[in-house]
């Protein structure tokens, strides 16, 4: 069977060109060396016996075929060096032959990987052939008078001598061991940075090397780790954010010389360091209040901002009332609320069909999210976006009132979700240009939009007749006509006097191949739509699925059926992430969350209070799926390193977003109740040894959830004892951890550091 999910890797090999570099500047020196030595001493030296390389007992097979293979390759690079100079870098040699042999060794480590007869040798050497070069130059220091003699004679030509002390640094073997000692933490230091360069790559011997190297070591940097936690100091971050600060969307540092034209400043530019402070909270914070309720109603003193319902309350988006900030429902283009609005776009295409047809839908700024909130009347789950403070707090108040909802910003970058994902995409005066950059971020919405799915586009240049108006939907009639959309209808609400405008996408590449014009072009063939980690937008059509075989070509199956029931385009022939045959990976993960969830419940989780809830590490949305009949919804993250399951999931009828863990989330602080990781931590640690430590994750995670809130971790029992080690540094509750079934629920408290450090 082929694997259903596969990810490329680059092949990077470093030059061949450096060891003849190194050889020629040794031969150079060496002859320096040689004419030094004559005008000091006026006497020929003997000729040397070249070292061999005797290793300990001790070190396996594998260690001797290393080091073997080392020693024939510097031995066989000698041979092919020009005679003359042969003799006399060996004429000057004496018995520092040792340390040149090992500097050899080095720079054959260095290169190995560019020989292919050779491969062995770019791998790393362990501790253990370490020691044993070691020992093999100390088998070489019986002739220390001559060295010394070359010692003495060096020290008048200092300056030239600089470069064969770098190239050469054993040819004195009469500094004994703290030399010895010196020369091998330099080789040590050399290996940990061809560690570091060749991470990634697919060179197998180095891929073995370094998994031995992680194997070898994992409970002794499990140990470090503890021990690094434990002395932790937490302060709050001193930052103009405040208590809603967003990493990734408040970098200071970047803000002060950010382009603005295309809204790069609102785009994610994350710090180079993950952040370890801790987000305060706001003076008088409450429990959130539980949904229904908090769809009409938040606590003023969770999100104290006011700005908008000064500027927005004649629109009935929210008002302050006591010590409430209330909903009333309506939004610029629905004044009169979003239940009549959303009855009238049925109304006007019955084609829509909501909670059947139309299961998952994005929003385009989003305002506070009451068209997505009222939209759970009719079953529908809509991924709502807007910029943030663009209308002050406006995503926040949607997550705290319990509405899916993200900080984010059609600028120069596609929006984290896959190709043809949506089945209807929405914009009410959501003040997106789309006419114009020849219509770039149309065409990002037609990349995430599914084949035969509407863009509802409610807007005044649909129903006014203002000069500008009209010019705007002359070239909007151009542009849609040009990508082959349909203009399904117009209609026009009476009560909130507004117009609405219907374009259907198409389901075939027909009217594509047809076009008098290849304007918008079609994109390349390498032009993955499912590529969208910071992946810049590109103004072009994206082919549309020519087989029926294809996710795409078919619309899903009507909800709440395509829940449970695994997507026509999933092959037997195709390997899934558990190892079986994709559609069976896929109900057996279904039916593996309904058992976990039932688990959940018997160890003290109360889903009545519990709103809005992250999966950290979705696979096929098992997790999520489990869920529906409660009163919550799901965010699923699909980590950039994994499988691409993400168009899995939106088929499934749920919403989800790609993301990086070493990175922080879109989000603003205490939005989530629950956030669960299912073997995140462990494979953050081995995927990223070097970047990625698991404190910057924890932070976030204590940034994201709201006091009160949850994490529940399923992973391996090392990774569970340092999450926590951490979250108990933080100040939360552990209600119950078994590090060898590798399960640990924690809640957070109320607890925050006094003191402040200054992050920018």
């Known amino acids: 069977m082929a694997p259903a999910f596969s990810k490329g890797r680059g092949n990077k090999r470093p030059s061949s060109t450096s060891y003849t570099s190194t050889v020629t500047t040794l031969v150079f020196v060496a002859l320096c060396v040689f004419g030094v030595w004559m005008v000091a001493s006026n006497s020929m030296v003997s ?14 097979n594998t260690e001797e075929e290393l080091l073997e293979s080392v020693t024939n ?3 066989n690079n000698n041979d092919n ?10 004429n000057n040699q004496d018995d520092s032959s040792d340390g040149i042999t090992k500097s050899e060794e080095s720079e054959s480590n260095e290169n190995g990987s560019s020989d292919n007869n050779n491969s062995d040798d770019g791998a790393l050497l362990s501790s253990t052939q370490s020691e044993a070069l070691s020992e093999s130059n100390e088998n070489g220091s019986s002739d220390n008078d001559n060295n010394n003699q070359i010692k003495a004679s060096q020290k008048d030509e200092e300056n030239q001598e600089q470069t064969m002390e770098s190239q050469n640094n054993n040819v004195d073997s009469g500094g004994g061991e703290s030399q010895e000692q010196s020369s091998l933490g330099n080789d040590e230091q050399e290996n940990e940075k061809q560690l570091r360069e060749d991470k990634g790559e697919n060179d197998d011997s180095a891929e073995e090397a370094e998994k031995k190297r992680k194997k070898a070591s994992k409970k002794e940097e499990a140990k470090g780790d503890d021990d690094n936690n434990n002395d932790l100091e937490w302060h709050l971050c001193n930052v103009t954010a405040g208590f809603d600060f967003i990493p990734c969307l408040d970098n200071e540092k970047y803000l002060k010389y950010s382009h603005r034209k295309h809204y790069e400043h609102r785009e994610r530019h994350c710090p180079e360091d993950a952040p370890t402070c801790l987000v305060p909270l706001p003076n008088g914070y409450k429990e959130h209040i539980p949904w229904p309720s908090s769809r009409d109603k938040i606590w003023y003193h969770n999100i104290p901002h006011t700005k908008l319902a000064e500027v927005k309350g004649h629109q009935n988006w929210v008002k302050l009332t006591g010590e409430f900030l209330t909903f009333p429902g309506g939004g610029t283009q629905f004044i009169h609320g979003a239940l009549h609005y959303i009855d009238f776009l049925q109304k006007a295409e019955a084609g829509i069909g909501w909670g059947k047809h139309t299961r998952v839908i994005l929003d385009v700024g989003c305002g506070v999210g009451s068209f997505g909130g009222y939209l759970f009347e009719r079953d529908v789950i809509a991924m709502s976006f807007a910029p943030k403070d663009e209308h002050e707090a406006q995503v926040q108040f949607a ?4 509405i899916p909802a993200l900080s984010a910003v059609m600028g120069t970058q596609r929006l984290q979700f896959p190709g043809r994902v949506f089945d209807l995409v929405h914009c009410a005066r959501c003040r997106v240009p789309w006419h114009e950059d020849g219509g770039l971020l149309l065409l990002e919405l037609n990349r995430v939009l599914r084949p035969g799915g509407f863009f509802v586009w409610s807007a005044t240049p649909v129903y006014q007749t203002l000069k500008e108006d009209v010019e705007i939907w002359k070239q909007m009639s151009a542009l849609t006509k040009a990508m082959c959309w349909e203009l399904v209808t117009i209609k026009n609400d009476t009560l909130n006097q ?3 405008a219907f374009f259907r996408k198409p389901v075939s590449n027909e009217c594509y191949e047809q076009r008098e014009e290849n304007e918008p072009p079609m994109c390349k063939d390498d032009d993955d739509p499912n590529a969208a980690w910071y992946v810049p937008l ?5 082919k549309l699925p020519g087989e029926k075989s294809e996710r795409g070509a078919e619309w899903p199956e009507a909800w709440p059926e395509r829940l449970h029931k695994a997507p026509y385009w999933l092959s037997d022939s195709q390997v899934g992430i558990f190892g079986k045959p994709l559609p069976q990976d896929f109900v057996e993960e279904d039916q593996r969350w309904k058992d976990v969830i039932d688990e959940l419940s018997n160890n003290g989780v109360s889903w009545s209070n519990i709103r809005n809830v992250m999966d950290m590490r979705a696979v096929y949305g098992g997790f999520a799926a489990a869920l529906r009949d409660l009163q919550l919804w799901v965010f699923n993250v699909v980590n950039i390193d994994s499988p691409d399951t993400l168009p899995i999931i939106y088929e499934r009828g749920l919403i989800g977003i790609y993301h990086d863990w070493c990175e922080s989330f879109s989000t603003y602080p205490r939005t989530y109740d629950l956030l669960h990781a299912d073997q995140l931590f462990s494979k953050l640690k081995n995927r990223y040894p070097f970047m990625c430590k698991l404190a910057p994750v924890i932070v976030e995670v204590d940034r994201i959830v709201r006091p009160g809130g949850s994490l529940v971790v399923r992973d391996e029992s090392n990774a569970i004892s340092e999450v926590e080690s951490l979250l108990k540094s933080l100040h939360w509750e552990v209600t119950l951890s078994k590090d060898q079934e590798g399960v640990l629920f924690a809640k957070k408290g109320y607890w925050r550091p006094t003191s402040f450090v200054s992050l920018f």
Do not use: F, M, W, Y
Not at 47 to 60: G, N, Y
Not at 81 to 90: F, R, W
């Open 73 to 75: 390759t510097n031995n």
């Open 47 to 60: 000729s040397p016996k070249r070292a061999t390389i005797t290793t300990h007992t001790a070190i396996d």
């Open 81 to 90: 060096s020009d005679e003359s100079s042969d003799q006399t870098v060996n």
């Open 538 to 542: 590109q103004a072009c059509l994206h």
């Open 399 to 402: 997550l705290e009132r319990g």
């Open 498 to 500: 507004v117009g609405a």
